[in-house]
């Protein structure tokens, strides 16, 4: 099971769903990208996601073109440029998934407001990813 999740930057909400499909089981391959790569994860995405007990910190940002040329399960976009943008893949895709979340990278006000932005994409980023994951995924492996 070869699995792709595509955002913006890869520096938010794509490494958080990256973390937590790897969390949930660890035989499928994870892997993520952005559409414009960032130049490094978000120590905010970060540090949420070590909250839960996930370590992302090794993380780094990939570009989409280094993979359109492989075969995956699933893509699966989570913001909609990401969606909207997605490169055509020459390998083949077996299911192509959208999900919208917020990109919490630039939630106005103090650290405050930015980690409780970032706490609630990551938490409807694990229940969206959870539901996958028991439903669609761990049927097939």
């Known amino acids: 099971m070869r699995i792709l999740i595509l955002c913006t930057g890869n520096s938010c ?8 499909m790897k969390h949930f089981d ?7 990208a952005g559409v414009s790569p ?3 994860v978000s120590p905010h995405s970060v ?6 007990g996930i370590d992302i910190s090794d993380h780094v940002p990939e570009d989409v073109r280094d ?3 492989r075969s995956f399960d699933y893509v699966i976009t989570v913001c909609d440029l990401a969606n909207e943008t997605c490169p ?4 083949e895709v077996k299911k192509r998934l959208h999900f919208s979340f917020p990109d919490p990278y630039n939630t106005p006000g103090g650290r405050e407001a930015v980690m409780k932005a970032y706490r609630k994409v990551r938490d409807d980023i694990e229940t969206t990813f959870y539901q996958l994951y028991t439903e669609k995924i761990k049927p097939t492996l």
């Open 26 to 32: 660890d035989r499928p391959e994870v892997y993520s």
């Open 38 to 40: 960032a130049s490094r």
């Open 13 to 20: 909400r794509s490494q958080m769903a990256h973390g937590f």
């Open 47 to 52: 540090e949420v996601m070590a909250e839960k």
């Open 67 to 69: 993979y359109t040329d």
């Open 88 to 91: 055509y893949f020459s390998g």
